[in-house]
């Protein structure tokens, strides 16, 4: 079955980078649309990236700080995370569709638990 699995989270000062990873098995990364999101508690869940064969997105909130790639021999996605600032605290999780076009209204299919990302001084 498909498993998604986040790891890179962590706690870092404002100004500070991250990278994000999202190791994919029981799928063929080529053919999905690998999505992450962030969510705080008491808020809804909000896309910040996405990546498919021919597309990206970013949330205008991240763009020029946040870069996603993508290694399909290794089934992997990161998310290079760079000029961290406290709102970007949340838990960060990765989603995968089978998909060619990736955007912020693509739904997903299957998810992983999550990495906390915890930006403070």
């Known amino acids: 079955q498909v498993q998604l699995v986040e790891s890179g989270g962590g706690l870092v000062q404002p100004g500070g980078s991250l990278r994000l990873s999202c190791a994919a098995s029981?799928?063929?990364?080529?053919?999905?649309?690998i999505g992450w999101f962030r969510q705080v508690p008491g808020k809804l869940r909000e896309p910040v990236s996405c990546?498919?064969?021919?597309?990206?997105y970013y949330a205008d909130s991240v763009k020029g700080r946040f870069t996603i790639s993508r290694d399909n021999a290794l089934n992997t996605v990161y998310l290079q995370m760079n000029n961290l600032k406290p709102e970007d605290n949340a838990v960060y999780y990765c989603a995968a569709e089978e998909s060619t076009m990736c955007g912020p209204l693509t739904v997903y299919d299957y998810w992983g638990r999550g990495t906390q990302v915890t930006v403070s001084s």
């Open positions: 029981g799928l063929t990364l080529d053919y999905y649309v």
């Open positions: 990546i498919s064969d021919s597309s990206t």
